[in-house]
Nanobody, 115 residues
């Protein structure tokens, strides 16, 4: 079983920065994809960014140039550096680990950007 724990969410003003972290524990292979999704009430969960163990990162258009995803395979940790935050970035952010055919989710961390 794989367990994901996020941290780093909080309240920040427009233009501010936050760094999210997600630590994975359990039976983990380094060959996987880790990513961040976000969700607001009444909307579908959407992909923010993802990064494969050895591959390039992918970003949603809405966060390109502002967010940076990175990972430390030795620590089984993925990070999301969020800069120039906007009110529309307010959401619950979920960590995801995808190792076909299984997928795992963290419990979520709230990010609130005040205007």
């Amino acid at each position: 079983q794989v367990h994901l724990v996020e941290s780093g969410g909080g309240l920040v003003q427009t233009g501010g920065s936050l760094r999210l972290s997600c630590i994975a524990s359990g039976l983990i292979s380094n060959i996987n994809t880790m990513g961040w999704y976000r969700q607001t009430p009444g909307k579908q969960r959407e992909l923010v960014a993802r990064i494969a163990s050895l591959g390039p990162a992918y970003y949603a258009d809405s966060v390109k140039g502002r967010f940076t995803i990175s990972r430390d395979n030795n620590k089984n940790t993925v990070y999301l550096q969020m800069n120039s935050l906007k009110p529309e970035d307010t959401a619950t952010y979920f960590c995801n680990l995808f190792k076909p055919p299984r997928e795992y989710w963290g419990q979520g961390t709230q990010v609130t950007v005040s205007s």
